[in-house]
């Protein structure tokens, strides 16, 4: 399992700094709506990492798509993550409560 990183140009280079390898450019909403799909797809990928402002431009049907994916596990970092807390997705991935 892999982590995916997805966003613009800026977001994703301290990623890639950081030694992420899957990290992907996507400048406009059209190669993001593009670029996400292609990453549910992907097999290898276990957890997906997205701007939270990028989460707010993805069409409604893949952001729900998106906030109920278990694999790859789906986060938002920047604000508020489609109202669960990275706890809860942490539950809902793993399937127990890691603070207890």
Known sequence: ????????SEFIL??????????????????????ITSALHDGDIGILVLNSSDMERVPRRLRTTLENSVKPTVIAIGGEEGGLSMRERIKRSVGVDLWK
């Not at 399992?1 to 613009?8: C, F, H, K, P, S």
């Open 1 to 8: 399992m892999e982590i995916a990183v997805i966003g613009n």
């Open 14 to 35: 301290g990623f890639r700094l950081a030694g992420i390898r899957k990290t992907f450019a996507a400048e406009n909403d059209e190669q993001l709506a593009a670029t």
